[in-house]
Antibody
């Protein structure tokens, strides 16, 4: 099982950007998906986007399209999530997670088997 | 639809069985996975591929699917099973992921 270690907490001003890192150990992440999920205080989990490094083209939730960028550095086994134009509503814990897929005939199971510890991003003036 | 619908909360007596459900059109094509989250902690995977458990997850956790509804069943609930439970899947297009709003489980 892979271990994911994220960068530390951040405090940002409205309108600025934040870049969170997620370093994988125990397995190369080239062929599986790295997803980013956030959780605002007292709220549920929200998928933001993800990328399979070997394919290179990230997918983003429509809500974050144009404001979020997910990248990977295969040389260091590290994924990054950058969120721009921060506002107070972006205050949340941000998680990275490894995604795997298994097929059962015509049905597929997509699941997130390993999670980072989370990174708190606080946006405040 | 890209939504997954869960009941907000459910309670169960100690040692009894509780079923948590998740409804969504995409569940006709993709199995749900289920995550347990306790306060201040990252989510952990408890069920995937309809009824598979990762190593270390007790066998009192099981899953099932019927039509557009996935279920997580906890048989013989213990106090440590209290927490929030989220279902997760791809959306109907397969290009994006979606979580249910979560179900808070209280063990009485």
């Amino acid at each position: 099982q892979v271990q994911l270690v994220q960068s530390g907490a951040e405090v940002k001003k409205p309108g600025s950007s934040v870049k969170v890192s997620c370093k994988a150990s125990g397995a190369k992440f080239t062929t599986y998906e790295i997803s980013w999920v956030r959780q605002a205080p007292g709220q549920g989990l929200e998928w933001m986007g993800g990328v399979i490094p070997v394919f290179g083209t990230p997918k983003y939730a429509q809500k974050f399209q144009g404001r979020v960028t997910v990248t990977t550095d295969e040389s260091t086994n590290t994924a990054y999530m950058e969120l721009n134009s921060l506002r107070s509503e972006d205050t949340a814990v941000y998680y990275c997670a490894r995604g795997l897929v298994k097929w059962f005939g015509e049905l597929a199971s997509h699941y997130l088997d390993s999670w980072g510890q989370g990174t708190l991003v606080a946006v405040s003036s | 639809s890209s939504e997954l619908t869960q009941d907000p909360a459910v309670s169960v007596a100690l040692g009894q069985t509780v079923r948590i459900t998740c409804q969504g059109d995409s569940l006709r094509r993709y199995y749900a996975s289920w995550y347990q989250q306790k306060p201040g902690q990252a989510p952990i995977l408890v069920i995937f591929a309809q009824n598979s458990r990762p190593s270390g997850i007790p066998d009192r956790f099981s899953g099932s699917t019927s039509g557009n509804t996935a279920s997580l069943i906890i048989t013989g609930a213990r106090a440590e099973d209290e927490g929030d439970y989220y279902c997760h899947s791809r959306d109907s297009s397969g290009n994006h992921q979606v979580f249910g709003a979560g179900t808070r489980v209280t063990v009485l």
